[in-house]
């Protein structure tokens, strides 16, 4: 089986231009989340989604950041524009409904914004 | 709210000897689950063990350990005979399953094994 598959791995932008970030969940995982990962700390939840209804987005700058998930699968992250502060790594990850089974998370993107 | 602390940012080990990492924790729910979680320098995320607030046992898988004390909240990871390549951050994290959270992480610590 497959795991999370997020692409690009890398990407380097300069301030105020766009990005996006692309995440296949597991199959059958109804639940996926975003999360941003400052250096030197942990994973922040970003924004949850239930099938294709984001949940949860309380911590998501809804100024320059989007995303959606489409059919309730595939979702995109995108920022626009970016700014410095946004260099972090962008994680996805996805879990069955019954969480106890906990999250399972893609390689990630790290973004580097100059 | 959750709330996930790891109070030591970096440790060493010498190769083959065990090391405890410590994960403490805050919640008002009385069921939930403990995770910890691995992170090489490539980026992702390694489920490595976890602990049910209802589980009598001690979860272990492998190498890892996790010593659960539920009066303390604490949930300490412990790696036996470490090797190089369990050099990575890792991650203590929580998910209380009465509210809606999402998991919870704590900062990470270090680890860094020494030949």
């Known amino acids: 089986e497959a795991g999370v598959v997020q692409s690009p791995r890398y990407k380097i932008i300069e301030k105020k231009q766009p990005v996006a970030f692309w995440c296949n969940p597991i199959?059958?995982?109804?639940?996926l989340y975003w999360y941003r990962q400052n250096l030197g700390q942990g994973p922040e939840l970003l924004i949850r989604?239930?099938?294709?209804?984001?949940?949860?987005d309380s911590q998501l700058p809804k100024d320059r950041f989007s995303a959606e998930r489409l059919k309730g699968v595939d979702s995109t992250l995108k920022i626009q524009p970016a700014e410095l502060g946004d260099s972090a790594v962008y994680l996805c990850?996805?879990?069955?409904?019954?969480?106890?089974?906990?999250?399972?998370f893609g390689s990630g993107t790290r973004l580097t914004v100059v | 709210a959750q709330k996930i602390t790891q109070t030591q940012p970096g440790m060493f080990v010498q190769e083959k000897e065990a090391v405890t990492l410590d994960c403490t924790y805050d919640?008002?729910?009385?069921?939930?689950?403990l995770f910890w979680y691995k992170q090489p320098s490539s980026g992702e995320m390694i489920f490595l063990i976890y602990?049910?607030?209802?589980?009598?046992q001690n979860a272990t898988e492998g190498r890892y350990s996790l010593n659960f004390q539920k009066a303390r909240k604490s949930a300490n990871l412990v790696i036996s005979a470490s090797q190089l390549g369990d050099s990575a951050m890792y991650f203590c994290?929580?998910?209380?399953?009465?509210?809606?959270?999402?998991?919870?992480f704590g900062k990470g610590t270090r680890l860094s094994v020494i030949a």
């Open positions: 919640t008002s729910d009385p069921s939930y689950g």
């Open positions: 199959s059958g995982h109804n639940t």
């Open positions: 989604y239930e099938n294709e209804e984001a949940v949860d």
């Open positions: 990850a996805s879990s069955l409904r019954d969480r106890a089974y906990g999250y399972t």
């Open positions: 994290a929580m998910l209380a399953f009465g509210g809606n959270t999402p998991l919870v």
């Open positions: 602990q049910g607030s209802y589980d009598q």
